[in-house]
């Protein structure tokens, strides 16, 4: 069996369910229970199940939905548990792959035997990691940009998607308006929102922080301010909008603004890894220790966040980076990411240990991604003119998200334990000047960026 196309051991609010996609099986009928992004499912009766792959199962779908053709891109199937999520290749049968699913699971990661043996996948209707967001844009269909807009508010609210403040009572802001219909003068009130806060804005943030913790925290008086912030920017979306009246007349525009405002981030579309990085050296004994990261791969790149600060400590597109991973059988699996930088002003090259189990399917993803993205540059600038190619940037009185001080999207380099390292023949020295060629093979061998093709060495010598 091939290997699954995407996995994570951290799903989102839309993966909570324990309940297993097959609910009967005959002979050869059987009633599969497919899951949607906002907690609906649809039922499909279907013969001959253990033999029907994910792309026979994906048109009844649509057809139950009525979705247009663009869906066949868009969305695809994914095998879902608290445990482990795996997006179906066309070709695999989801039925057996569910009777596998604990065989993934003992696979791809570490969960105790008691919790993989109770583990019962979902089968679930989301978005294609690899559609592209510029795609996105050039839907119409109403139905099509609810479910997208439904998946990317309930990774936003799950806080999968790190977001600042100022994002997040925005994007809270357009959930308010789809839900709640236009804002009109003394309704709601910042009292109102309060009680369902965490429908709007991510958990971390609808938490209070109290007394002498929250001056020290700093987070805790941000926090505070939640309500009457998202309450502001809810009046915006309708100063900006208009009076529309009914409230599914106003679905796909602000729908539409939504995606819209989820594209800035860089890491939206990506499917999720949980793996684990060395924390730096700290306190009087140098204690150091590793921190849980969710590691997410798109065709944009590869992005690390912090799962406690909500917060990317790492993101490389592929023009910066190499790459390879160590397989089990070897030592502890392991993802390396290389990409340039510096030590105390010396230019050297770092080397990022990604601890997990799921390193081998990381990597396989990063190759596919970037022999996609290669595939597809050509048919990309033929499409888009120069009404398009402006159209994508933000407006020039706009300040692009990733030049924020501070912002939750930037890299935090001094968060992270790299090895600093420069290549001298068969081994690693640390601190030397930068060499010129990479120490992985696996990199973006198109475009510009920091790397070279170069000849792998034999062995991976660690410094």
């Known amino acids: 069996m091939d290997g699954p196309e995407g996995s994570t051991g951290q799903p989102g609010p839309a993966d909570r369910s324990h309940r297993s996609s097959v609910s009967s099986v005959g002979a050869r009928a059987a009633d599969v229970l497919v899951y949607l992004a906002d907690y609906s499912m649809v039922p499909l009766p279907v013969e001959n199940l253990p033999s029907l792959s994910a792309h026979e199962l994906h048109r009844p779908i649509r057809e139950v939905l009525q979705l247009p053709d663009i869906a066949l891109d868009a969305f695809a199937l994914w095998l879902v548990s608290p445990l482990l999520e795996v997006q179906l290749k066309p070709k695999h049968q989801p039925y057996k792959l569910g009777r596998q699913s604990q065989e993934l699971l003992l696979r791809f990661t570490d969960a105790p035997d008691d919790d993989v043996a109770m583990d019962e996948p979902s089968l679930q209707f989301r978005r294609n990691v690899f559609f592209p967001k510029r795609r996105e844009l050039q839907i119409h269909d109403k139905e099509v940009l ?83 912030g998202l309450l502001n920017a809810y009046r915006r979306v309708q100063e900006v909008a208009g009076s529309d009246g009914e409230r599914e007349a106003s679905l796909t525009p602000h729908s539409r603004a939504s995606l819209l405002k989820r594209h800035e981030l860089p890491f939206c579309g990506c499917a999720f890894f949980h793996g684990e990085i060395d924390k730096p050296a700290q306190g009087f004994l140098h204690r150091g220790g590793r921190k849980p990261v969710s590691v997410a791969i798109s065709l944009d790149g590869v992005h690390v966040i912090d799962c406690r600060e909500k917060h990317v400590v790492l993101g490389l597109r592929f023009q910066e980076l190499s790459w390879d991973h160590t397989s089990p059988e070897e030592e502890e699996s392991v993802l390396w990411l290389e990409f340039d930088g510096d030590n105390e002003g010396t230019p050297v090259n770092k080397l990022l240990k990604i601890y997990s189990k799921q390193a081998e399917l990381m990597s396989s993803l990063i190759e596919y991604c970037i022999e996609l993205s290669q595939a597809a540059e050509p048919a990309a600038s033929q499409e888009a003119g120069p009404a398009s190619a402006s159209g994508s940037s933000p407006p020039p009185h706009q300040r692009p998200q990733l030049r924020r001080q501070g912002s939750v999207v930037c890299s935090r380099i001094q968060h992270l334990s790299p090895i600093d390292y420069v290549e001298e023949g068969e081994t690693i020295k640390r601190v030397k000047p930068k060499r010129t060629t990479s120490f992985f093979s696996r990199q973006l061998s198109l475009g510009q960026g920091s790397y070279t093709v170069v000849q792998a060495p034999d062995s991976l010598e660690q410094g």
């Open 146 to 228: 609810r479910l997208l807009y439904e998946e990317a508010k309930g990774n936003v609210l799950a806080s999968r998607y790190p977001c600042d403040m100022e994002d997040c009572e925005a994007l809270g802001a357009l959930v308010c308006r789809v839900q709640l219909g236009p804002s009109r003068p003394g309704q709601p009130t910042a009292c109102s929102l309060r009680e369902k806060l965490d429908s709007f804005l991510p958990a971390h943030l609808c938490k209070r922080s109290h007394g002498l913790f929250a001056a020290f925290r700093g987070r805790g008086a941000k926090a505070g301010t939640g309500e009457q």
